[in-house]
């Protein structure tokens, strides 16, 4: 989702720049190495300028400011070099110059190299190895329409703790006046009360049915007459549920406690058109090689969304007996599953 922020005061700007370590390590890595070149620049210079101030006090014949330069980059970089005297003639200018020129060499490597190493080892690049299916899909299966898509991580060696969370945010002005309104939605698969827990290695089914707690339903099915807080979603300050937990017993309701009727496949296509419904698929992970956390992404709009669909076959065995795994399938599509669906990875 993109977005933009407006603050007059300044003070967003002020908070940016606090921070000045990860304010360099979020610029681009062009911009990183140009940086650390003009800041190592800038100090031969200032060195130079140092140097050809004490030249003549401390016997070092550095005549010009051109011999007082390639004396500061000498000094700085540790290239070394022999001067008249190592000594420097006894002066005190000369400890000062030559003793701030080492203190600044040892701290500007180590700044430059953390930042450099950061911005190049970043695990946000690794995220470009985790794939999400080009198209999710909306299917009505046994009586309840489901969301669903793929991800899967082509990588060998895969993610630490890898973990699944999707949002749904309704761009336009909602009943109580608010646009861009986002809402988490619960998962059916992998269950998000055992942390959404994912094994990329093979193309993973992320389920989210749509119920009275879901943003996707629309809000003539998320409450009914009789229903309570177990039930319906007739509270939007209170936790979000699933209206699974009550159907496999995990959550006790009072007898002959009504629940809302679930929204058919024509209502939450309508509904999604209408509301301008974007959902943001998040599978978050821990690179083991820098133990670097980082984050996929994927957003899917109502053009992204395939409905009464399923996923094509996309795994099989290899001629070795290895599972073989078709890209190109992975993004495709079949149209009318009616109760059936392709299902590679199971709960």
């Given at each position: ?51 050809f101030t004490v030249s003549e006090q401390c016997g070092l014949e550095a005549g010009t400011f051109i011999r007082s330069l390639y004396l500061a980059i000498e000094t700085i970089e ?90 749904g945010i309704q761009h336009a002005e909602t009943t109580g006046g608010v646009k861009f309104q986002t809402r988490s939605m619960r998962l059916q698969h992998p269950d998000d009360e055992l942390g959404g827990m994912l ?149």
């Amino acid at each position: 989702m993109r977005v933009s922020w407006k603050d007059k005061s300044g003070g967003m700007r002020v908070r940016y720049w606090d921070d000045l370590f990860h304010t360099v390590v979020g610029m681009s890595t062009v911009k990183v190495l140009a940086l650390s070149a003009t800041v190592m620049i800038t100090s031969w210079f200032v060195f130079a300028a140092l140097f050809f101030t004490v030249s003549e006090q401390c016997g070092l014949e550095a005549g010009t400011f051109i011999r007082s330069l390639y004396l500061a980059i000498e000094t700085i970089e540790t290239i070394g070099y022999g001067v008249p005297d190592p000594g420097m003639n006894g002066c005190y200018s000369g400890i000062f110059v030559l003793g701030a020129a080492a203190i600044w060499e040892s701290l500007l490597n180590a700044l430059l190299i953390a930042i450099v190493y950061t911005r190049i080892s970043r695990p946000y690049s690794r995220a470009s190895s985790i794939c999400f299916t080009q198209k999710a899909i909306i299917s009505q299966l046994n009586g309840h329409c489901y969301f669903m898509f793929q991800v899967c991580d082509f990588r060998k060696h895969q993610l630490c703790e890898a973990h699944v969370r999707v949002y749904g945010i309704q761009h336009a002005e909602t009943t109580g006046g608010v646009k861009f309104q986002t809402r988490s939605m619960r998962l059916q698969h992998p269950d998000d009360e055992l942390g959404g827990m994912l094994l990329l290695a093979l193309p993973q089914l992320v389920v989210h049915r749509i119920d009275a707690w879901s943003p996707l339903c629309p809000p003539e099915y998320r409450s009914c007459l009789g229903d309570n807080l177990a039930t319906g979603f007739t509270n939007v300050w209170d936790v979000v549920q699933r209206a699974n937990d009550v159907d496999t017993g995990n959550r006790e309701i009072g007898a002959g406690t009504a629940c809302p009727a679930p929204p058919s496949l024509e209502a939450v296509a309508t509904y999604l058109a209408e509301a301008h419904m974007e959902v943001i698929c998040l599978v978050e992970g821990i690179e083991p090689a820098t133990s670097g956390t980082l984050q996929a992404q994927c957003s899917y709009l109502m053009e992204d969304i395939a409905f009464n669909a399923s996923f094509q076959r996309c795994v099989s065995r290899s001629p070795n007996g290895a599972c073989q795994v078709d890209l190109d399938a992975f993004h495709e599509v079949t149209t009318d599953p009616g109760n059936w669906m392709h299902v590679q990875s199971l709960p």
